[in-house]
């Protein structure tokens, strides 16, 4: 408890999830003039906010500084597994990917903690699975 693993954004308020500097590293602009200076660094995943990584010794890195700053916008073509490039649309049209995922997930196979910006696996963020039951059949929608 006295290092909790979520930080309230400065910028918006929202909880961010601890985040290791080899994650940022591997986001940011220009990565040979960042220097981690904070002891812990957060990711707020707020679309609205232009914080992405903020630090416990007050730094914030906006959004503009990575290398592709449109990474917390939910749209149908923005990735949600960095690992293997699917993106929201490829996971809600096909629940076939989100299983190709796991199974990569399960053998170690994705790099989530430096391919995803929030340095998390990308499963939780998922869209809801397609479909019930134990047929892998596409759901119908309209
Ligand atoms: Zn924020």
């Not at 490039?85 to 076939?96: M, P």
């Not at 190709?100 to 997930?105: C, D, E, G, H, N």
């Not at 479909?131 to 759901?139: F, L, R, S, W």
Request: contains cysteine.
């Amino acid at each position: 408890m006295s290092t909790p693993n979520k930080s309230p954004c400065p910028r918006c308020d929202r909880l961010g999830g601890d985040v290791s500097p080899r994650t940022i590293r591997h986001h940011i602009r220009q990565a040979w003039q960042w220097e981690a200076h904070a002891s812990r660094y957060f990711y707020c995943d707020n679309p609205a906010c232009a914080v992405v990584y903020f630090g416990d010794d007050g730094s914030m890195i906006p959004q503009t500084q990575l290398r592709a700053p449109d990474a917390k916008q939910a749209t149908a073509d923005a990735l949600v597994c960095h690992c293997f490039g699917v993106t929201v649309s490829d996971a809600q049209c096909n629940s076939a990917v989100r299983d190709f995922v796991l199974a990569q997930t399960r053998d170690r196979q994705c790099a989530c903690e430096v391919r995803n910006p929030s340095g998390r696996c990308c499963l939780a963020d998922f869209p809801e699975k397609v479909g019930a039951g134990g047929t892998a059949e596409m759901a119908s929608h309209d």
